[in-house]
């Protein structure tokens, strides 16, 4: 009697198991082929071995090796890539190495994905120069690269810092007839956009678009916020308005990023534009969003808004962070309101909200700079968590204040606690002490903060 059921249909359904994480319903279903008459094959199981590698872990995902020899089943080059990249997704790179080698001890060849998987858990771990020799290794082996291949490498290049060498790469296989896909070009754009070489990312864009490919929203998204960030607001503002007409849908963080630029520039009505737009295409509305219309809000001055945004906030069950807080107390202090503050910070630390470092480090800042020093060290000695931040912003506000001394003292502290202050903050308290004729003193603090630097 022939059964109606395949091996085809088995894997099937096995792989639809896995793809949605019932690894015992697949199980279940590889017993029951097995009892119909349907017998697995390798496919079968290095579907079930991917499965286990992805959501369950290495060690299940490695006996199903042993299952398959069991049944006379001789695992493949899949068999193992799944295996390798496992073990890449955990960051293990002596597991991968071993698994590398351990299919060559098995006399299976390995192939480009092999090498590609490999290569990319190299760039992962932080090793781009192995990851280097893994791909002249594929050139040395007159291997077939794939694009794929050719991605990992200029990704991980540019990743790393080396965008240079990343371009020159590119360039070198364009001369060998590689052609390049818009995925190539936006891995080139962001990584050129990481250095801050942003005219050269915008003649990559260029360079896209002459070659028939058509920039998609990470294109765009990308090129304008790093245009943003560096205050290229002119080029940034272009590319928002070129996506907006051509129809490009925007992700929440790509509009808060755009509504901070308005912001920083003091374009109060082109943001609050832009929040309307946000909430009329029912953007995913999250903290992040919240938090940049709080800072609008207070920028503005109207602490009252911003409190209600505070209500709504609670009434969709997010929870606040340390930006949130700090933005209510540094627009509290803003407006002069060094109490509101200060009663905002009881609220936090009653209630449990959320750590108050950063927020206090924003209060301190802003009482040293509303010339109320004292009350600023008072609240420093009575914080339980410091951080670099607190002593460098105070060590540098009793500098404008010319107590040299004092801001000595305290910077040596710090350095002895193990934290870092910033060196022209360091060079600040030394000249200090030297205008204000204490020589002496500062060279003892010279000679003690190489001793502590020398113990940390």
Not at 56 to 84: F, H, K, Q
Not at 254 to 262: E, H, Q
Not at 350 to 375: E, F, Y
Request: aromatic letters at 10%.
């Amino acid at each position: 009697m022939v059964c109606k059921f395949s091996t085809k249909f088995l894997n099937i359904c096995v792989a639809s198991y896995c793809k949605s994480r019932q690894m015992q319903k697949a199980e279940a279903v590889i017993i029951d082929g097995i009892r119909l008459g349907v017998l697995p094959d390798v496919v079968t199981y290095n579907t079930l071995l991917d499965g286990y590698c992805r959501f369950i872990g290495m060690d299940a995902a490695y006996s199903v090796i042993y299952r398959m020899r069991e049944a006379g089943i001789s695992p493949d080059v899949i068999t193992y890539n799944s295996l390798i990249a496992g073990a890449t997704r955990n960051c293990s790179l002596e597991q991968s190495l071993d698994l590398f080698e351990e299919m060559l001890q098995s006399g299976i060849t390995p192939d480009i994905w092999s090498y590609n998987t490999l290569m990319h858990c190299f760039f992962r771990l932080g090793k781009p120069d192995e990851a280097n020799r893994v791909f002249k290794d594929i050139i040395l082996k007159d291997l077939s690269p794939h694009p794929v291949t050719f991605n990992t490498m200029i990704n991980g290049l540019c990743k790393y810092g080396y965008t240079s060498n990343a371009i020159m790469l590119f360039r070198n296989l364009q001369r060998h007839g590689f052609v390049p896909q818009l995925v190539t070009y936006n891995i080139l754009i962001n990584g050129l956009c990481k250095v801050g070489r942003l005219k050269a990312a915008r003649r990559m864009l260029n360079e896209a678009r002459d070659s028939g490919l058509e920039p998609d929203a990470i294109t765009y998204t990308t090129l304008m916020k790093s245009c943003l960030r560096s205050r290229q607001y002119k080029h940034g503002f272009e590319i928002f308005f070129e996506m907006k007409n051509k129809g490009y849908a925007f992700d929440g963080f790509a509009y808060c990023t755009v509504i901070g630029a308005f912001l920083k520039l003091g374009r109060f009505e082109e943001a609050n534009v832009c929040m309307e737009q946000m909430i009329r295409n029912r953007m995913g509305i999250d903290l992040v969003f919240y938090n940049t219309f709080i800072h609008l809000y207070c920028k503005e001055g109207k602490l009252d808004a911003a409190y209600k945004l505070l209500d709504e906030i609670e009434s969709r069950g997010l929870e606040f962070d340390n930006y949130t807080h700090t933005i209510i107390t540094d627009g509290l202090c803003r407006a002069g309101n060094i109490d509101g503050a200060r009663r905002h910070l009881n609220y936090m630390y009653t209630t449990g909200l959320a750590s108050n470092l950063v927020p206090l480090n924003c209060l301190i800042d802003r009482l040293c700079k509303a010339g109320q020093i004292d009350h600023a060290m008072k609240l420093f000695e009575s914080m339980e968590t410091r951080d670099s931040f607190t002593y460098t912003s105070l060590v540098h506000n009793l500098c404008k204040a010319r107590r040299f001394r004092c801001a000595s003292k305290l910077l040596l502290s710090c350095i002895r606690g193990g934290m870092k202050v910033l060196k022209s903050t360091q060079r600040a308290v030394i000249d200090g002490l030297c205008s204000s004729g204490f020589t002496s003193e500062a060279r003892k603090l010279k000679s003690k903060l190489h001793l502590a630097r020398l113990f940390h």
